[in-house]
């Protein structure tokens, strides 16, 4: 037996797709406008997680520029069929709807291979059926006019795996559970007892947030809903429940044919998510040939009891990262801003070391700004950063950063003087920088950087070679990085960043670990 502590993945890891091969599990989640894109995890318990890849990993996949960092990779679908591993997703502003393809989960996994305009719409996931054939499974607007924000429809249509094309103009089979539904999105198709099953989402990612489904014995017939839709969902519990706006699930069943449902949700702090939508584990059993989640319990639990033998990993997902950079490449978990340019870091100038150059680009722009961060996983948590950076100009600046948006970010910086350095702290909120701590600094050399955050609260500290700590500043806000405040669809990421803030500069700052450590709620 193994426990699942919930969530299986913490931080901003939403829109989970899960598939089974033999005995392993694997899953990804949406990554939006960040690079590399598209995380990929594999398991053998369900319970725990390590990363093995990302599958957009080169820049020729993954086309981000000028996107803000809500835009980008929506809603991946993973699946396995006759030795190939296939994931379907939308790059909303360049490109849509695509499928890549690879022979081994960990990659390398194919450029996109675009289904063009006839596969309209986003969220598509493939289904293969029992004769081989597979299909197209999407959402878009309704033909006849939308009639309201969200007036959306299901749709299948057969695709042609060896062209990369969709055969027809696709049937329409199903518009959600409830009246006038709003966003009917995240469809997954399955096939059991010789029934057709379409889950989706609807309501929104949001505090209407719920999945429902539909069955049918027939892929070109109206699917109809199940009676008791949605079948689950958490809005009915209230703003004030720790586990929020659940929904947006994928099914999958062991060996044993036991069945489980991953789904994304979010664990808010003052009413507030700046961690992102997390996901999810939950239990299902068949009856009267529907599923229902969580039976008897009908909302997620803190942990979930599997009956299957524990299988630990050797680079487990935990709530403790700390990076080094004495490898030949970045570490997978590490994510940048819309793509990744070798040419302006690299990890050989000074060994063990990531060597930052400056770049013009702002984190207040949708640029792909000089950026490495990693997920926030936890309310309560340390991160912090050592780095060299001997800045001379005012406009030369390095620092940490939690960041939410191009909008609304908070930073710790070192920056250039007259005559010494000097540590800012800056809090860019709706566009507007407001400078909320300041002091300079004689020492050179390396620094450790470091915030804590105990709730929605956080403080900045800086440590010196000599051991010497000074703090910067205490009780900073970080309700303006949410969800609720910020907008968007992401969470916060922790990072390190260099700005040579719109003028160009051939200096640098070296970077030696990047650490976070959090308190599992």
């Known amino acids: 037996m193994s426990i699942a502590k919930n969530p299986v993945l913490s931080g901003f890891y939403p829109d989970p797709s899960i598939c089974r091969v033999g005995e392993d599990y694997y899953m990804v989640n949406s990554s939006f406008a960040y690079f590399p894109g598209i995380p990929v995890f594999h398991s053998r318990d369900l319970a725990h997680w390590e990363q093995i890849g990302n599958a957009l990993d080169r820049e020729e996949q ?113 518009k959600g559970a409830l009246k006038d539904c709003i966003w009917p999105e995240g469809p997954h198709l399955y096939k059991k007892d010789g029934w057709y099953y379409l889950m989706i989402a609807e309501g929104g990612t949001g505090p209407e947030h719920s999945i429902s489904i539909a069955r049918s014995r027939s892929l070109r017939e109206w699917f109809c809903g199940c009676k008791r839709n949605p079948i689950f969902t958490h809005r009915n519990l209230g703003r004030d429940y720790p586990v929020i706006y659940a929904g947006h699930g994928d099914l999958v069943d062991d060996a044993d044919g036991n069945w489980y449902v991953v789904m994304l949700a979010s664990r808010p702090c003052e009413g507030h998510c700046s961690i992102g939508r997390e996901t999810f584990l939950a239990k299902v059993e068949w009856e009267d040939g529907w599923p229902v989640i969580n039976p008897g319990i009908g909302h997620l639990t803190e942990k979930t009891e599997l009956p299957i033998g524990e299988y630990r990993l050797e680079k487990e997902v935990t709530h403790a990262d700390f990076i080094t950079f004495d490898q030949k490449k970045i570490d997978d978990r590490l994510l940048s801003l819309q793509r990744r340019d070798e040419n ?163 200096r640098f700052a070296d970077v030696a670990w990047i650490s976070y450590e959090g308190i599992p709620g």
Not at 76 to 88: D, L, M, Q, S, V
Not at 362 to 374: C, I, P, R, S, W
Not at 469 to 478: A, E, G, M, P, T
């Open 344 to 506: 302006t870091y690299s990890l050989i100038e000074r060994k063990g070391f990531l060597r930052m150059y400056l770049k013009k680009q702002k984190l207040t722009e949708k640029t792909d700004a000089q950026y490495f961060g990693l997920r926030q996983k936890d309310y309560d948590f340390t991160f912090s950063a050592c780095m060299e950076f001997d800045a001379e100009r005012e406009n030369e600046q390095a620092g940490i950063v939690c960041y939410q948006n191009h909008a609304n970010h908070l930073s710790m910086r070192i920056c250039g003087g007259k005559e010494k350095r000097k540590l800012q702290v800056i809090a860019h909120i709706t566009e507007n920088d407001t400078l909320l701590a300041e002091e300079e600094i004689n020492a050179k050399g390396m620094l450790e950087l470091y915030l804590k955050a105990a709730g929605q609260r956080a403080e900045f500290f800086v440590r010196d070679e000599e051991g010497k700590v000074l703090k910067l500043i205490k009780d900073v806000s970080l309700l303006p990085y949410s969800t609720e405040e910020a907008g968007g669809f992401v969470g916060c990421t922790l990072g390190v960043y260099a700005s040579s803030d719109g003028e160009m500069s051939d």
């Open 62 to 174: 993954l086309p981000l520029s000028g996107s803000e960092i809500s835009r980008g990779i929506f809603a991946p679908t993973i699946r396995y069929h006759e030795g190939t591993y296939y994931i379907i997703t939308t790059n909303v502003d360049h490109g849509g709807n695509f499928v890549i393809t690879a022979q081994d989960p960990k990659g390398p996994w194919s450029v996109p291979h675009y289904l063009g305009d006839a596969a309209e719409g986003i969220d598509p996931s493939l289904f293969f059926d029992e004769d081989g054939k597979c299909y197209y499974v999407g959402t878009r607007p309704n033909p006849s006019g939308v009639r309201h924000n969200g007036d959306w429809e299901i749709w299948i249509e057969e695709l042609d795996l060896h062209a990369m094309c969709l055969k027809g103009a696709g049937t329409a089979v199903w």
